[in-house]
């Protein structure tokens, strides 16, 4: 069933990444519909994040930059959904729009690259990253690390990775594996750096009252990657953090409970509050107490970066 004579029209950003994930979207739709090749049309829209490359994300603005040209085109309906990073995806979204539908995760781990391992880095390292998370867990396991900030899509970090501007870079392996890059980099375990919020699951946006959009979406969400970022971004919410804030989490389905772990770091690194608990994945509430608590447990240097 297509739901009119045209095309549905898939929202996305125009880098490589966001185009793979797109076609991964486009794709799943067809399938789960049999609906032929061209029933999905990929609609770019260029957003002021892949326009302005020099400064951090944090300091222009924050996560929104990838989000508000998507938005317009939403509410605008020059788009009937958009694709995105969940990762991305500010936790408070505009009632109008809802998250429909994520994709089966894909890896949530980091990969390092430049060097085989963290010990294998010379001394006072240079690791390149605008991630205040991996910034604070490099620097938890290399303090003679030097942090310089890392922009620009992941052909752009590994160019500059190449032309020797640091030792290394962190990059997600979901990225680096949907660009057909799955042999750079080593992966490091979960127990070393716990991931980003929502890293590695892509979801799709539509408007809140489009019931047969949301209809054909729900076809192709996945309900444990769903489950999962969900309870990240209900810790985010607890959390009241910032792209400013070195935050960490991540959620497994552990029989029919979720298993959330979730940490912030001190830039530093020396400071670490960290927490685990299984939750029902039905209570929101649970995973933004935990947010709540590890504020409640860090000390007020800590807490002062997640305050707006
Ligand atoms: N902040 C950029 C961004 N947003 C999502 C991904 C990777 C894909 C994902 O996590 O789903 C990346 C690049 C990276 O962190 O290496």
Not at 22 to 51: E, F, N, Y
Not at 128 to 156: E, H, K, M, W, Y
Not at 248 to 267: C, K, N, Q, T, W
């Amino acid at each position: 069933m297509i739901l009119s004579e045209r095309p549905l029209r898939l929202g996305t950003r125009g880098s490589p990444l966001a185009l793979a994930q797109a076609r991964m979207t486009a794709r799943a739709l067809c399938d789960a519909h049999g609906w032929p090749d061209g029933a999905v049309a990929i609609v770019t829209v260029q957003t002021s994040g892949d326009r302005i490359q020099d400064r951090a994300l944090a300091e222009i603005g924050g996560k929104a930059l990838w989000t508000k040209e998507l938005d317009r085109a939403l509410v605008e309906r020059e788009i009937d959904f958009a694709v995105h990073s969940m990762k991305d995806v500010e936790t408070l979204r505009p009632s109008a729009i809802r998250i429909a539908a994520m994709l089966p995760r894909a890896d949530v781990r980091d990969r390092l690259v430049g060097a085989d391992s963290f010990d294998a880095l010379p001394a006072n390292p240079v690791v390149g990253t605008s991630s205040p998370r991996r910034a604070a867990q490099v620097t938890r396991l290399r303090p003679d690390a030097t942090i310089t900030l890392f922009r620009g899509n992941v052909a752009t970090r590994l160019a500059k990775l190449a032309a020797g501007d640091v030792h290394a870079t962190l990059l997600a392996a979901a990225g680096l594996d949907r660009l057909g890059q799955g042999d750079v980099g080593v992966t490091i375990p979960i127990d070393m750096m716990l991931p980003a919020p929502s890293q590695g699951a892509v979801g799709i946006e539509a408007l809140a009252d489009n019931d047969a959009v949301l209809a054909v979406l729900a076809a192709i969400s996945d309900r444990d990657t769903f489950d999962c970022v969900m309870a990240e971004r209900n810790l985010l919410m607890g959390l009241g953090g910032t792209c400013h804030s070195p935050i960490a989490a991540l959620a497994l389905v552990d029989g029919d409970r979720l298993h959330l772990r979730a940490e912030i770091i001190s830039p530093n690194g020396q400071e670490t509050v960290s927490e685990d608990a299984r939750i029902d994945p039905q209570d929101r509430d649970a995973a933004q107490a935990m947010g709540r608590r590890l504020l409640d447990r860090a000390s007020p240097a800590l807490r002062s970066l997640f305050e707006a």
